[in-house]
């Protein structure tokens, strides 16, 4: 069973649909029991970091997730709260993957903030992209994305460049695993990353 | 790179997609999930939806029809259409819907987007602009070089100009501004590029460039010349004038950075 965390965070109804269209169960869910006996936990919204981590916290979240043993899966905001911290609020986050959330910087070559749209992912490296090529499109609306981790055991699984700034697209450690793009809303594409997150 | 969107749009009657000219002469050409789905096959980036039933039946259609697009379609869907509270725009997000698009409500009362955008987030609210350039009504038969804000499909026209109401819905939230010339809406003549550009230097968001596509020249101009984000239109889909696949590699040819 797949557990969909409940954190007020937003929409998860793409979330629920993207599951339904590869025939899987699941259940929404903020109790820390359920979310530990699920065999996949995925971390899903959109919104405001700080109070996305004060929403954990309420929940007593804070303290379960980064205990979890089966695979998990942070989307967008997601990824943001398993980083160390966030510009975003000056949040302090959960602190699963070296990495810090930044705000995209304005450009000489104009870039818009959100980035908003559909960007290529590079340097795949993951059973997460089985299936998907270098250079492939995924749908981002972001305008704080995770650094490139300086050392540790947190592994850059893909890459995006936004203007001339590279953040990681998708994050590793362990069992748990994060995208900045919304995979739920990124096609054929999407659909296959959130596939073989289930497959491992 | 972030790839240019290519959105088509349809318009929805009691549940039925019916695409006007000039926002009137409406013609009926499909239904909206099948249209939908098609599209997202074909390539587009993304959809957007707006209801323009008059009636209370044709919203509640509207919102069923929400439903089962966001189970159907795996790409971002925006949807507009007599949104005029807080309430409509949650019961469209509540149906599945991943942006609202809001117009007349915001012109009348801008706090909804302020309302909106704290509560759902930047990324939830498109400010669909309705704008006109003075046609030359002027005494000296000049445009006055003003784009009037309008209301109602462009029936009604404001004292608001383009400009500073889309700086005005920026700060006050909106992730992205769609602007349409009702100048140039159904007139399949090009989009007013140069105004986009304008457009396009005031802003931080991005633009969704809206009404007058005729052929792929059109559209491809507004993405560079109007460095606008994203190009809408809806007879030249609808009616198979341009295919999107067909669109898409041409503006590669071109040398636009679009998702194939």
């Known amino acids: 069973m797949i557990a969909i965390v409940d954190y007020d965070t937003g929409n998860l109804r793409s979330v629920e649909n993207a599951l339904k269209k590869l025939g899987q169960d699941y259940v929404v869910t903020s109790d820390p029991e359920i979310i530990r006996s699920a065999d996949h936990v995925l971390l899903p919204g959109v919104g405001e970091a700080s109070s996305a981590m004060d929403n954990l916290r309420s929940r007593g979240l804070d303290k379960v997730i980064p205990t979890l043993t089966q695979p998990v899966l942070g989307i967008c905001i997601g990824i943001q709260v398993l980083c160390q911290c966030s510009e975003e609020g000056n949040a302090t986050c959960l602190g699963v993957f070296d990495s810090k959330v930044r705000k995209f910087q304005p450009e000489e070559e104009k870039i818009k903030i959100p980035e908003m749209g559909w960007n290529t992912i590079e340097s795949l490296d993951s059973p997460l992209f089985k299936g998907i090529k270098e250079g492939d499109f995924v749908y981002y609306v972001h305008s704080f994305a995770p650094s490139l981790p300086q050392s540790g055991d947190t592994r850059v699984i893909a890459k995006t460049t936004y203007g001339s700034q590279t953040f990681a697209a998708a994050l590793n450690r362990g069992n748990f695993y994060g995208t900045q793009f919304h995979p739920e809303k990124s096609g054929p594409v999407g659909s296959r990353i959130l596939k073989n997150f289930l497959e491992i | ?260």
């Not at chain 2, 006007?20 to 096959?41: Q, T, W």
């Not at chain 2, 069923?64 to 379609?73: A, C, G, P, Q």
């Not at chain 2, 309302?115 to 609210?125: I, N």
């Not at chain 2, 498109?126 to 003003?146: F, K, N, Y």
């Open chain 2, 1 to 260: 790179m972030l790839a240019k969107r290519i959105i088509p749009c349809l318009d929805i009657k009691n549940g039925q997609t019916v695409k006007g000219i000039n926002f009137e002469g409406l013609r009926e050409v499909g239904d909206p999930v099948e249209m939908g789905a098609k599209y997202a096959a074909e390539g587009a980036d993304e959809l957007v939806y707006l209801d323009i039933s008059a009636s209370f039946e044709g919203r509640k259609t509207f919102t069923e029809l929400v439903t089962k697009i966001s189970e159907r379609i795996d790409i971002p869907f925006t949807v507009g259409g007599g949104i005029s509270t807080y309430e409509d725009g949650a019961r469209l997000l509540d149906a599945g819907a991943d942006k609202i698009s809001i117009n007349t409500a915001a012109v009348n009362n801008p706090g909804l987007i302020t309302e909106l955008a704290e509560k759902y987030g930047s990324q939830f609210v498109v400010v669909a602009i309705d704008a006109r350039l003075h046609d030359g009504t002027q005494p000296s038969g000049e445009t006055d070089g003003i784009w009037h804000i309008t209301t109602h499909g462009g029936k009604h026209s404001t004292e608001k100009e383009l400009f500073s109401w889309a700086r005005e819905a920026q700060e006050r939230g909106a992730g992205e501004i769609l602007f349409t010339s009702m100048n140039h809406d159904g007139m399949k003549s090009g989009y007013p590029c140069e105004t986009f550009a304008k457009l396009d230097e005031f802003l931080q968001i991005p633009i969704i460039a809206s009404g007058g596509a005729g052929n792929v020249d059109h559209i491809a101009d507004v993405l560079t010349k109007g460095k606008a984000d994203a190009a809408l239109a809806a007879s030249i889909f609808h009616f198979g004038e341009i295919r999107i696949p067909d669109l898409k590699e041409e503006l590669v040819n071109r040398g636009i950075t679009v998702r194939i």
